[in-house]
């Protein structure tokens, strides 16, 4: 069992940055394939950004194309905490942000949108206004 703790959503004006931050209980996170998902009022939920672990201490990191070039998922492994910093905000980035992770370490180069994790965090609020 894998528990997530997400922090950092707010409001924020369009064009700001805000960094998510999610932090996970267990011992081998370092191996975790880790994530971030939002869920927009009215949508389905849609996977933003993953970051998988490819060898050693390689890890692979896929975007949604939404997002691609604005958000950047990173992890820190001693902290067991995984980031989303997210630059150039705009109004459609409005969602509910939830943190993601599965114990499944040989995702390899696996794109965002195929991954299905087995934990979720509560979410997180991010609202950028226009």
């Known amino acids: 069992q894998v528990q997530l703790v997400e922090s950092g959503g707010g409001l924020v004006q369009a064009g700001g940055s805000l960094r998510l931050s999610c932090v996970a209980s267990?011992?081998?996170?370092?191996?975790?394939?880790m994530g971030w998902f939002r869920q927009a009022p009215g949508k389905e939920r849609e996977s933003v950004a993953t970051i998988t672990w490819i060898g050693r201490s390689t890890y692979y990191a896929d975007y949604a194309d939404s997002v691609k070039g604005r958000f950047t998922i990173s992890r820190d492994n001693a902290k067991n905490t995984v980031y989303l910093q997210m630059t150039s905000l705009k109004p459609e980035d409005t969602a509910v942000y939830y943190c993601?992770?599965?114990?499944?370490?040989?995702?390899?180069?696996?794109?965002?949108?195929?991954?299905?994790?087995?934990?979720w965090g509560q979410g997180t609020q991010v609202t950028v206004s226009s």
């Open positions: 993601a992770a599965d114990l499944d370490s040989h995702h390899g180069r696996m794109r965002t949108t195929d991954w299905s994790p087995d934990y």
């Open positions: 267990g011992r081998t996170f370092s191996s975790y394939s």
